[in-house]
């Protein structure tokens, strides 16, 4: 996979980018990522990359022909989808991360300032995404993080044993809990059924516990979750227990 990033600030990916896993898939060819520098764009002496916006109102605004040209220059022939980050994007999950990871290159642009001319979007972008709903001052660490969680979706990266179909939300539910060594720490121990090497009733406590957990913080994933019947069945019961707990809690 190849990634162009366009950015006034390249050197913050240096350090990110070429650490753990992002270190591991370059390292074996498995990513292929460039930064480019916006203001190496900029053909006047002083390499201006923004103005005032029309109509006042202070800030400033990134300059369009400075931006298009860069994008252009980096897409060249290439039919590379080119996504700016943005809180007016839409958000960005797991199911984008796996859509992304099947791409073989695409071109991300990282706005600084209060914003970008309207027409960089009109001319250059062809998809927007943001990675949640709050204001960051710059799109380079939300660059970062599609990259990252792009990235660790495509099969070599991560080894065979914490393989992404393992992740959270991978199959629509959150984590349960994990536990290491020692056996009692602080007072607090395992549950015994990891312990006991009973494989079967593992899995399925492991199970129980992921959507145990989904259930309390994220409920509304479980809408869209795959679950089987005695799946369906447990969550009932959850549900149940949350009821008399709530009812208790009024008493
Ligand atoms: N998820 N920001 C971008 C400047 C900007 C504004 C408009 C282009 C168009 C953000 C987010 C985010 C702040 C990055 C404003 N660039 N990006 N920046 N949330 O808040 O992605």
């Not at 056996?183 to 145990?212: D, K, S, Y």
């Amino acid at each position: 996979m190849r990634i162009d990033v366009l950015t006034l600030f390249p050197d913050m990916f240096t350090v990110p980018m070429n650490e753990s896993m992002m270190w591991k898939a370059r390292d074996r060819h498995i990513l292929e990522l460039y930064t480019h520098n916006i203001r190496d764009y900029a053909l006047d002496k002083h390499h201006v990359v923004d103005d005032t916006p029309y109509g006042g109102g202070g800030g400033m605004v990134l300059k369009p022909d400075v931006v298009v040209r860069a994008i252009e220059d980096v897409k060249g022939v290439s039919k590379a989808r080119v996504i700016l980050l943005s809180p007016q994007g839409s958000v960005f999950n797991h199911a984008k991360a796996v859509e992304l990871s099947q791409q073989d290159h695409f071109i991300l642009v990282c706005g600084h300032y209060e914003g970008f001319d309207e027409r960089i979007r009109q001319l250059a972008i062809d998809e927007e995404i943001s990675i949640g709903d709050y204001v960051l001052t710059g799109g380079e660490l939300a660059a970062m993080v599609v990259i990252d969680a792009v990235v660790r979706q495509i099969p070599g990266v991560l080894g065979a044993e914490g393989g992404a179909d393992r992740d959270s939300h991978a199959d629509g539910l959150l984590e349960g809990p994990h536990y290491t060594r020692p056996a009692e720490f602080r007072g607090l121990g395992v549950p015994e059924i990891l312990t006991g090497g009973h494989h079967e009733a593992m899995t399925q406590w492991r199970r129980e516990q992921a959507i145990r957990r989904t259930w309390q913080q994220r409920p509304e994933l479980l809408r869209s979750a795959p679950l089987t019947e005695s799946e369906r069945y447990f969550l009932a019961t959850l549900a149940r227990e949350s009821a008399e707990d709530c009812q208790e809690r009024m008493m």
